[in-house]
């Protein structure tokens, strides 16, 4: 990944960072507003969920510069993710979904640009969690 990308992930990521759990709140009543369809998913109680998820961006973050350290740990969270019942269809809104939020909580501080970057980070994520996915489904 371009330099200048990582610095605006990682800059951009401080700036909400102090706020990660109104990001992570309104994370979750926007995915379930806009798709419905993956409430049943998700357990009822959503505290562990969101702590967990804020973990992970944490994880990226930290490991954005070297990112042969994310294969693994990402790799494997994609494994579990095929028995939570995630498809690969689910991750776009899942992307989508957190970019809007991002752009929401970073509010004035949010420009043009941080939509590709983050576009682009989150989709590798979702590449490295779908092969680990389809690693896990060619086992059964
Ligand atoms: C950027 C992509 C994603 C990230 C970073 C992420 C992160 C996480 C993390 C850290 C957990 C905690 C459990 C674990 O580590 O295995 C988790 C659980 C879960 N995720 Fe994801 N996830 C992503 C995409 C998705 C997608 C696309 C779905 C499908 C709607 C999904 C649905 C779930 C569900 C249902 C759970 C389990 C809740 C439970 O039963 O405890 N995730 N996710």
Redesign the pocket.
């Known amino acids: 990944m371009e330099q200048q990308r990582i610095e605006r992930l990682e800059s951009s990521f401080n700036l909400v960072a102090p706020r990660a759990q109104e990001l992570v709140d309104r994370f979750y009543a926007l995915l379930f507003s806009r798709y419905p369809q ?1 409430r049943p ?3 009822d109680q959503m505290g ?2 969101k702590k ?2 804020i ?3 944490v994880l ?1 973050v930290n490991n954005i510069r070297t990112p042969d350290k994310l294969l693994d740990p990402l790799t494997e ?1 994609g494994k ?2 095929v028995a ?3 498809i690969p269809e ?2 776009p ?3 989508d979904t ?1 970019l809007e939020v991002l752009c929401e909580i970073a509010g004035d501080a949010w420009y043009e640009q941080l939509n590709d970057d983050w576009t682009a980070a ?1 989709n590798l ?2 590449n490295v ?1 779908i092969e680990g996915a389809k690693a896990e489904a060619q086992k059964a």
């Open positions: 993956v998913l998700f357990p562990d969920q967990k998820l973990a992970s961006l990226v969270m579990r993710h939570y019942g995630a689910h991750y809104l899942v992307r957190m989150l994520v979702a969690m």
